[in-house]
C-alpha cells in the first residue's frame, strides 16, 4: 500500500496527479485539487537524475526512484528505504550562532567593524547586520570570514540531526498532509 503525499491516507491505487506545479501520487478523494498526469514507463530517461553515475545500465535498477520529476521519496514502487540525495545534501548549513562566532572571533583579533570590513573588501554595515544575525552570509562572504578570522561558520548536519519532529505516518516518511493545513 502507499501513502497519499498529500493527506497522508493509505490507498491502493495511487492517482498521479499535478498540483500547483508538483506531480503528487495522492488517493481519490485529494486527486479532485489536481488535473490528471499520464505517466510514461521509461527508464532511460535520467534527465532528472540525481544520480552520480548517469549511465543508464547501472540506472536502470534505480530509475523508479530517481528518474521522473517527481521531488518526492516515494515516487516510485521499488525505492527501497533510501532517502533520495539532491543538491542540498552537498551543501553545508550556516550555523546558527554564526553572529556569535563572528563577533567573537573579530573581537579575539582585535580589530573592529570596519578594520574587518576593509580586510574582506566588504562594507562595515554587512558586519554589522551579520553580528546581529540580520542576514545570512553569502557563500563568498561566508568564506571570506572563515578565511580571515580562521572560524568555522557551517554546521554539517547529519541526517539523525536533520529530523526536527515526527510525521504522522508510522514508516516515518512525511508526506504533504503532516505538513499543510487545509481551508475547507
Known amino acids: 500500500m502507499v501513502q497519499c503525499e498529500m493527506c497522508g491516507k493509505e490507498t491502493n491505487s495511487p492517482n498521479t496527479v499535478k498540483i500547483e506545479g508538483a506531480e503528487l501520487q495522492v488517493c481519490d ?50 525505492g527501497g528505504g533510501r532517502r533520495r540525495r539532491d543538491m542540498f545534501d552537498e551543501m553545508d548549513e550556516v550555523a546558527q550562532d554564526y553572529d556569535n562566532r563572528i563577533r567573537s572571533a573579530r573581537e579575539a583579533a582585535g580589530l573592529s567593524q570596519e578594520e574587518l570590513a576593509k580586510k574582506l573588501n566588504e562594507k562595515a554595515s554587512l558586519i554589522r ?35 526536527d519532529w515526527e510525521g504522522g505516518s508510522a514508516s516515518g516518511e512525511y508526506t504533504l498532509g503532516d505538513v499543510v493545513e487545509r481551508k475547507d
Not at 532528472?48 to 520529476?69: D, F, L, N
Not at 572563515?146 to 536533520?162: F, M, N, Q, V, Y
Open 129 to 163: 547586520k551579520l553580528e546581529h544575525g540580520e542576514i545570512l552570509p553569502s557563500d563568498d562572504v561566508q568564506r571570506k570570514l572563515e578565511r580571515e578570522l580562521d572560524i568555522d561558520l557551517s554546521a554539517g548536519a547529519t541526517p539523525e540531526e536533520d529530523t
Open 29 to 78: 478523494e485529494c486527486a479532485e485539487f489536481g488535473t490528471e498526469v499520464k505517466t510514461q514507463q521509461s527508464s532511460t530517461s535520467t534527465k532528472y537524475s540525481t544520480g552520480s553515475s548517469g549511465s543508464s545500465s547501472s540506472g536502470s535498477s534505480t530509475s523508479s526512484s530517481t528518474g521522473g520529476a517527481s521531488g518526492s521519496s516515494s515516487s516510485g514502487g521499488s
